[in-house]
């Protein structure tokens, strides 16, 4: 049962077949979806896709679909729920044979070529005991496979495929748990990685990325960023693009000019001439008196200290002694310790470092720098100082010359400081161009960080190592599946081999030659196997060769072709690939060019080989003809099943083409209890003259309109005129006095039907007003033998007759 074919749910894009939806297209009187059965006659006219849904099966069966279908599809439903489609069409279990013309291409290309053979198949041979004592032993350590009850190496397979799928879900758990965690913090809206652009870049981060930035932690080269590299990183995710840093212009230092001038003066020898001694000898006195001088002259005629009188000749005395080269030397120390001072300020002014305007990474250098530069401002500093204190020695005993010490020139360092901050100036200008590049690598940073302190938190090394032992575990599972697998192929294989060494090709030929001459009665058609030599090889291989009077054949008839291929084809389901199994077998128009005896030969094979032998799962015959459809209503319909699920094992179809498109529908009863032409052809004139109007669905019974008349009305008034009299004389008679009818419906038969008048016929549109008319003109006379008319519309299933609505409606128009 669950090896039968359910449906076929859906087909489009294959020829005929468009767009088919079996659940709306075949339904049974009760709106209710039918099902395929066990037995399934389809009927259907030529071109209507019957071939079509048998290269459907015939793709089951063999894997190959024709890459003549732009896009194809179908769905196939099986009893059991399992469904085929094109793209695994062989995924089923089920042994499936068609018999199509794709078949006959494929296995009689003598056919198509008449100096090819036949290709060849074997049927089992004689016995072979030792032969099949090692296929028992083979067998036997295969055992059995049944579901719930295998043995030997069949349920070696199930308890290794048991825990195989037992290891497999222990190791899919655990590497779904690790992935979950690693999801988690690559994606979830409170920890994951994602979430934070701000600070780990990549906003599209998932599991992936995650997976990746793991091996850069893992890999040895990894070294953790330090906490001051950290805080770096911080700040630098945080920053804007700066304004660039005006330059630092250094002021001109003049240490060595200074020094040489603080040399001069501190060396320069003072005249000795009208000099007061003891005052030379003290220079404090020498100062004291110096700055009384400025206290008393032209303000005190006495001194203010001991109220003496000073006289005009002390006065003469002092002025020598403090005479304009020494008032000139103090000034002129006075000016460079000025200069000197002035230098101080300059120096210590000229750069102020002002960290904001750089970025955070040069603000470790910039501390270093300021260091430095107070360093070299002191210690320049210190030179001038030097200087300055050996200037206020000098201005203070002005009268006495004293050595120079030259101080250290501190300038370099100072300089050195300068341009050190200038450097930093342009690389921090610099640095705004690549501050993108360097963001997103302080982030990528921050985000390894991230990551490796994740992984110690969620033991990633321990599930790592848990993961390995599974799948370690799983591996050797699998092997062993596999190798217990192979082994059975192998033994499966032998068993194979083995028996076609009990087979026998020639009594394949000799089964076809039993159906031509039993059943069809062909003494003189006959099939041969003929060895012939492999080249390069020691083997033979059979070919199968059809034998006229002792002789290849050449020209046969469609007729004979059709035999033989069919013939072939009912001998290969007894084939070692075939006999023995449950088949599904699809049977497509097999009396192609026979005649009315073979027809029904044909119907007696497939009945005596196939339906009572029950040698099927499943059957589906289809035909074109009407005769053999008749045959094949004989086909047993028993039924299967008990009491309220007692059913038919056997089902009848119809494919039906409108326009363009085809569909399959349940049997309408007038087919399916009445098989002659006769009242299908009615049932046609019948539907043209109660149609409203004319539509996609109802267009090809207008188009046949003209043949389907013309064959009715040669049955029709055969049987009613059997005097021999002609055609037109009979229509003369059938319409009675009324010679109009009778041309007018002559007119629309002849000239739909064979396309009278030459090109321009076909070429002009169906004029259906006139076809309605001729088909109300045909159904009125025949309605006129009431008895008989009555019988023809229960045979077509019609109950309530809408031809007077319909006539009167028209007459009226008219």
Same mark, same amino acid.
């Given at each position: 049962m669950s090896g039968e074919i359910?449906?076929?749910d859906t087909i489009r894009n294959m020829a005929v077949f468009q767009d088919f939806r079996?659940? %709306?297209?075949?339904? +049974?009187?009760?709106?209710? @979806?039918?099902?395929?059965? *066990?037995?399934?006659? $389809?009927?259907?006219?030529?071109?209507?896709?019957?071939?079509?849904?048998?290269?459907?099966?015939?793709?089951m069966e063999t894997g190959e679909l024709s890459d003549k279908f732009e896009n194809p599809s179908f769905v196939v439903t099986f009893v059991d729920g399992t469904q085929t489609t094109q793209t695994t069409p062989t995924a089923h279990d089920k042994k499936i044979r068609v018999f199509n013309e794709d078949f006959v291409r494929d296995n009689l290309c003598f056919i198509t070529n008449p100096d090819d053979s036949i290709e060849p198949f074997a049927i089992l041979g004689d016995d072979n005991n030792k032969i099949e004592k090692e296929i028992e032993a083979l067998e036997s350590e295969l055992g059995s496979k049944?579901?719930?009850?295998?043995?030997? $190496?069949?349920?070696?397979?199930?308890?290794?495929?048991?825990?195989?799928?037992?290891?497999?879900?222990?190791?899919?758990?655990?590497?779904? %748990?690790?992935?979950?965690?690693?999801?988690?913090?690559?994606?979830?809206?409170?920890?994951?990685?994602?979430?934070?652009?701000?600070?780990?870049?990549?906003?599209?981060?998932? &599991?992936?990325?995650?997976?990746s930035d793991i091996g850069k932690v893992q890999n040895a080269n990894y070294q953790p960023p330090t906490d001051e590299k950290l805080a770096q990183y911080e700040k630098l995710i945080t920053e804007k693009t700066l304004q660039p840093i005006s330059p630092f212009h250094a002021p001109s230092l003049n240490t060595s000019t200074l020094a040489n001038k603080a040399e001069a003066l501190v060396t320069k020898k003072i005249s000795e001439s009208n000099?007061?001694?003891?005052?030379?000898? +003290?220079? @404090?006195?020498?100062?004291?008196?110096?700055?009384?001088? #400025?206290?008393?002259?032209?303000?005190?005629?006495?001194?203010?200290?001991? +109220?003496?009188?000073?006289?005009?000749?002390?006065?003469?005395?002092?002025?020598?002694?403090?005479?304009?080269?020494?008032? *000139?030397?103090? *000034?002129? &120390?006075? #000016?460079?310790?000025?200069?000197?001072?002035?230098?101080?300020?300059? @120096?210590?002014?000229?750069?102020?470092?002002?960290?904001? %305007?750089?970025?955070?990474? =040069?603000?470790?250098?910039?501390?270093? $720098?300021?260091?430095?530069?107070?360093? #070299? &401002?002191?210690?320049?500093?210190?030179?001038?100082?030097?200087?300055?204190?050996?200037?206020?020695?000098?201005?203070?005993?002005? $009268?006495?010359?004293?050595?120079?010490?030259?101080?250290? +020139?501190a300038s370099d360092d100072l300089v050195t400081a300068w341009n050190s901050y200038d450097a930093i100036r342009k690389e921090s200008d610099s640095f705004s161009n690549s501050l993108s590049t360097e963001q997103t690598k302080a982030k990528q940073a921050l985000r390894l960080k991230e990551i490796s302190d994740y992984l110690v938190t969620i033991r990633y090394q321990e599930l790592l190592s848990s993961i390995e032992d599974l799948e370690s575990k799983h591996n050797k599972s699998e092997q062993e599946k596999n190798r217990i697998e192979e082994d059975i192929r192998q033994k499966e294989g032998l068993v194979a081999s083995k028996k076609r060494e009990l087979n026998d090709e020639e009594k394949g030929a000799k089964k076809v030659n039993d159906y031509l001459n039993n059943f069809f009665g062909h003494q003189f058609l006959s099939l041969e196997a003929k060895k012939e030599k492999i080249p390069g090889e020691d083997s033979r291989r059979i070919r199968f060769e059809v034998i006229r009077d002792g002789k290849k054949a050449y020209h046969l008839s469609e007729g004979e072709c059709s035999l033989i291929a069919f013939c072939y084809f009912m001998a290969k389901l007894e084939d070692v690939e075939t006999k023995?199994?449950?088949?599904?077998?699809?049977?497509?128009?097999?009396?192609?060019?026979?005649? #009315?005896?073979?027809?029904?030969?044909?119907?007696?094979?497939?009945?005596?080989?196939?339906?009572?032998?029950?040698?099927y799962v499943q059957l589906f015959i289809s035909t074109h003809n009407l005769d053999f459809l008749k045959y094949l209503k004989r086909i047993s319909n028993d039924y299967k099943g008990k009491g309220e699920k007692r059913e038919k094992i056997r089902e009848f179809f119809l494919v039906e083409r409108s326009g363009d498109s085809s569909r399959i529908c349940l049997m309408p009863g007038y087919l399916k209890n009445y098989v002659t032409e006769f009242n299908y052809l009615f049932h046609q004139i019948y539907k043209c003259a109660i149609a409203e109007s004319i539509d996609d669905g109802n267009y090809h019974e207008f188009y046949n309109f003209g043949n389907n008349a013309r064959k009715f009305l040669e049955i029709y008034l055969y049987y009613r005129y059997p005097n021999g009299i002609d055609g037109d004389d009979k229509l003369l008679k059938f319409f009675g006095e009324d010679s109009i009818p009778a041309i007018f419906t002559d007119r629309v038969?002849?000239?739909?039907?064979?396309?009278?008048?030459? =090109?321009?016929?076909?070429?002009?549109?169906?004029?259906?007003?006139?076809?309605?008319?001729?088909?109300?003109?045909?159904? %009125?006379?025949?309605?006129?033998?009431?008895?008989?008319?009555?019988?023809?519309?229960?045979?077509?299933? @019609?109950?309530?007759?809408l031809l007077d609505t319909v006539f009167g409606t028209a007459q009226e128009g008219q």
């Open positions: 359910k449906k076929i079996w659940a %709306s297209s075949v339904r +049974d009187e009760g709106n209710n @979806v039918a099902d395929f059965k *066990k037995i399934n006659i $389809l009927y259907g006219r030529n071109y209507s896709g019957k071939t079509t849904l048998s290269r459907i099966l015939r793709t049944e579901e719930g009850k295998e043995t030997g $190496l069949y349920a070696q397979r199930v308890k290794a495929s048991r825990e195989h799928a037992v290891s497999k879900n222990a190791l899919k758990k655990a590497q779904g %748990s690790l992935d979950n965690q690693l999801k988690t913090k690559s994606t979830d809206k409170k920890i994951g990685i994602r979430y934070k652009p701000e600070r780990f870049g990549n906003q599209n981060y998932d &599991i992936r990325d995650i997976k000099k007061i001694d003891e005052l030379v000898k +003290d220079a @404090v006195l020498n100062r004291w008196v110096n700055e009384g001088r #400025a206290h008393h002259k032209n303000k005190r005629d006495n001194c203010a200290f001991c +109220d003496n009188p000073i006289t005009e000749d002390r006065w003469t005395k002092l002025e020598k002694h403090f005479d304009e080269e020494s008032e *000139k030397l103090e *000034k002129d &120390i006075d #000016a460079v310790i000025a200069r000197i001072d002035a230098e101080k300020d300059t @120096v210590s002014s000229a750069l102020s470092i002002d960290k904001s %305007s750089f970025y955070s990474r =040069f603000h470790n250098k910039l501390d270093e $720098l300021d260091k430095t530069l107070r360093n #070299a &401002i002191s210690k320049y500093e210190k030179s001038l100082d030097a200087m300055t204190a050996q200037l206020k020695a000098r201005k203070n005993d002005i $009268l006495n010359q004293k050595s120079f010490k030259r101080p250290d +020139d023995g199994n449950q088949t599904i077998i699809w049977i497509d128009d097999p009396i192609s060019s026979l005649d #009315a005896n073979h027809i029904f030969f044909v119907y007696s094979l497939i009945n005596a080989e196939i339906v009572k032998p029950k040698k038969n002849n000239e739909y039907s064979h396309l009278c008048g030459g =090109f321009e016929r076909g070429a002009s549109p169906i004029e259906v007003p006139e076809m309605k008319i001729a088909a109300q003109q045909i159904i %009125s006379k025949i309605k006129e033998d009431t008895a008989q008319y009555s019988a023809l519309l229960q045979s077509i299933g @019609v109950k309530n007759d």
